[in-house]
């Protein structure tokens, strides 16, 4: 890399300076900057003004909104790196505009974050977070919880995450049906999940897990009709994207009684809101944003995303890039 006063930034909130990924960066040649969202607070600095210096010619990012304002503060950058599968946090539009890459790390956490689903069922089925609530303020109550064999668990979307998850399930001895645009056929050959329509998973399913990219076609995919059509004492989890629910419609079917509860480690709004009426329920069980933050998941989600920030520095494609157009706009510029 040359000497030329560039450098990468880091702002995504778990790495350390001197970590894995520090150390990668800098053994490529590459000189380093943290504005993590817990340093921008103690210096009083934004995002745009972080990123606003012709020095900064890579991020590695992690949830902060990088809109078009931020992504045009940044008059050198070339590539932000996202740790994570998600990058609806990005304005890949913006980027694309500028010659910018955008990559992310898709699969690196799929399995912690099937364990997590796994968690949540157990306890939506057993009523483990009301228990200990009820135990803390000196009840000892005893109701009755339902094993997860013999239940059946719908999966909507089986792309790495969901088919980890349905495997999960199936070892459970849970019934499993799934619902994908793209339905892999030798997956489902091998492991006895049947595809159904959405309509059909909603129905069908005792407990209903999204596994789902946020796009325009996938906001609210779960609204009001959507949730009536769950059957009557269904539960609902969701650990993929806030903005797939509609959560009004979904405190409604709450207070109706129509679903048993809904676990949610993602909601529209991060951190959920204080007037939420999602916070009211003793069904509802809300996490925050944590269910691929386990120690491995998040080594291999910044190795990954550094790897990607480096070899697009060095002249190299990216392993997952989700602009391939961005190479274009750059070529025409030089």
Same mark, same amino acid.
């Given at each position: 890399?040359?000497?030329?006063?560039? +450098?990468?930034?880091?702002?995504?909130? +778990?790495?350390?300076?001197?970590?894995?990924?520090?150390?990668?960066?800098?053994?490529?040649?590459?000189?380093?900057?943290?504005?993590?969202?817990?340093?921008?607070?103690?210096?009083?600095?934004?995002?745009?003004?972080?990123?606003?210096?012709?020095?900064?010619?890579? =991020?590695?990012?992690?949830?902060?909104?990088?809109?078009?304002?931020?992504?045009?503060?940044?008059?050198?950058?070339?590539? =932000?790196?996202?740790?994570?599968?998600? +990058?609806?946090?990005?304005?890949?539009?913006?980027?694309?505009?500028?010659?910018?890459?955008?990559?992310?790390?898709?699969?690196?956490?799929?399995?912690?974050?099937?364990? +997590?689903?796994?968690?949540?069922?157990?306890?939506?089925?057993?009523?483990?977070?009301?228990?200990?609530?009820?135990?803390?303020?000196?009840?000892?109550?005893?109701?009755?919880?339902?094993?997860?064999?013999?239940?059946?668990?719908?999966?909507?979307?089986?792309?790495? =995450?969901?088919?980890?998850?349905?495997?999960?399930?199936?070892?459970?001895?849970? !019934?499993?049906?799934?619902?994908?645009?793209?339905?892999?056929?030798?997956?489902?050959?091998?492991?006895?999940? #049947?595809?159904?329509?959405? #309509?059909?998973?909603?129905?069908?399913?005792?407990?209903?897990?999204?596994?789902?990219?946020?796009?325009?076609?996938?906001?609210?995919? =779960?609204?009001?009709?959507?949730?009536? !059509?769950?059957?009557?004492?269904?539960?609902?989890?969701?650990?993929?994207?806030?903005?797939?629910?509609? #959560?009004?419609?979904?405190?409604?079917?709450?207070?109706?009684?129509?679903?048993?509860?809904?676990?949610?480690?993602?909601?529209?709004?991060?951190?959920?809101?204080?007037?939420?009426?999602?916070?009211?329920?003793?069904?509802?069980?809300?996490?925050?944003?944590?269910?691929?933050?386990?120690?491995?998941?998040?080594? !291999?989600?910044?190795?990954?995303?550094?790897?990607?920030?480096?070899?697009?520095?060095?002249?190299?494609?990216?392993?997952?890039?989700?602009?391939?157009?961005?190479?274009?706009?750059?070529?025409?510029?030089?």
């Amino acid at each position: 890399m040359p000497d030329d006063g560039s +450098y990468v930034l880091v702002t995504t909130a +778990y790495l350390e300076p001197g970590g894995e990924v520090d150390q990668l960066l800098r053994t490529a040649g590459l000189r380093t900057r943290f504005a993590r969202p817990d340093d921008r607070r103690a210096t009083g600095l934004s995002l745009r003004a972080a990123v606003a210096d012709a020095g900064a010619v890579g =991020i590695v990012a992690g949830t902060d909104p990088f809109t078009a304002e931020v992504i045009e503060a940044s008059p050198g950058l070339r590539v =932000i790196g996202r740790c994570g599968a998600g +990058y609806d946090n990005v304005d890949v539009a913006a980027a694309t505009r500028r010659g910018i890459a955008v990559t992310h790390t898709p699969g690196v956490n799929r399995r912690s974050v099937a364990e +997590y689903v796994l968690g949540l069922l157990v306890s939506c089925a057993r009523g483990i977070p009301r228990s200990v609530a009820d135990v803390r303020t000196g009840g000892w109550s005893q109701p009755s919880g339902r094993e997860l064999a013999g239940a059946t668990l719908g999966v909507v979307g089986l792309g790495s =995450i969901g088919r980890t998850v349905a495997r999960l399930g199936r070892a459970l001895g849970m !019934r499993v049906v799934g619902h994908d645009p793209c339905p892999d056929a030798g997956f489902l050959a091998e492991t006895g999940v #049947e595809s159904l329509p959405l #309509e059909a998973v909603l129905a069908t399913a005792d407990f209903v897990t999204l596994h789902l990219a946020l796009d325009a076609s996938t906001r609210h995919l =779960i609204d009001g009709a959507a949730l009536r !059509r769950m059957r009557p004492g269904a539960y609902l989890i969701n650990t993929a994207r806030g903005g797939v629910v509609d #959560e009004e419609a979904l405190a409604d079917a709450i207070a109706a009684g129509h679903l048993a509860g809904a676990a949610l480690d993602v909601t529209e709004r991060e951190p959920l809101p204080s007037d939420s009426r999602l916070r009211s329920f003793d069904n509802v069980l809300v996490t925050g944003h944590i269910a691929g933050a386990t120690v491995q998941a998040r080594a !291999r989600s910044g190795r990954s995303a550094a790897e990607q920030v480096v070899a697009v520095l060095s002249g190299r494609a990216p392993e997952h890039v989700v602009n391939p157009g961005w190479a274009a706009v750059r070529a025409g510029a030089r």
